[in-house]
């Protein structure tokens, strides 16, 4: 019993785990795989309530039908993104991929990841948003997470201010190279094997141009405005994040924003070097108008 409450201690402090579970009990691995995840779970859903215990929900989270919430806030992208046909199935997977972080979904999310550590992470997202103390100070102090095809956001969305974030727009956008074109339903080739292609150093590039191109967008009426909003984005509010490229990450958004459908180029732009050779590929980089006008000019 004392190397399973080392065991606990050390995963509520650090999010680490012994990965074969051998201090709990079990007739094969897989037993004590299951054992030892269920007891971490349950110490974590016991910590987040304790530490959740009599804090006020924000006033700040307003009550909204969240898959239409999510569908008007990815609706832009995915239009701009993806052929007609595409479109619907495309975000039809979108609308319901994010899972928004509150005293009614936070244990049903714990009890049903299936990496501790992941849990762990959710668990300080979520204590974060209430103004909680944190399970550790190394835990990250974010405000979204996603996980394969779901994006989980944080109740701190709500009462972002901040001109050129949307985190969910952020985080739906890593779905598209995480998520396989048959997993919904479209056809897929030898090089379009995911919802969209993408150089593998460039994807936190593509999801941060598509963060501030909508948020440039729903700002903005012409194309004069989007060009100034760039210039204000590059002076005032880069992301402080050194997985991207600042200069890069500019020219794409002036780039972006010189167009009708700044969507395209921001994919061209984070597309792999084959992608941009190949025909079957490049059919979808192709500068078009969208198929409605970008931008659903709604604000966080």
Known sequence: MSDQREEVERYLRSGNYESYFHAWPGDTLVAQERNGSDALKRALIDAVEK??????????????????????KVEPMVRGLFP????????????????????ETIHPVLEGMAWPHTAWALANLYLGSLGAELLSDEAPRIVGMSVETSCYVSMEYFRDTFRFADYIIHETAHIFHNCKRRTVGLRETRYREWLLELEFRK???????CEAYSRILALSARASERAGLVEELAEEAMPDDDRIDAAEYVDILREAAAVRNGWKRILARCAPDRARRRPDVTHGLQERAPDSAPGSRSAN
């Open 51 to 72: 530490r959740a215990a009599d804090l006020p929900v924000p006033a700040s989270v307003p009550r909204l039908d969240m898959v239409a919430f999510t569908r008007s």
């Open 84 to 103: 007609g046909i595409e479109q619907e199935q495309v975000l039809g997977v979108l609308e319901r991929s994010v899972v928004y972080l509150t005293p």
């Open 203 to 209: 994807r936190e590039t593509f999801a941060y141009c």
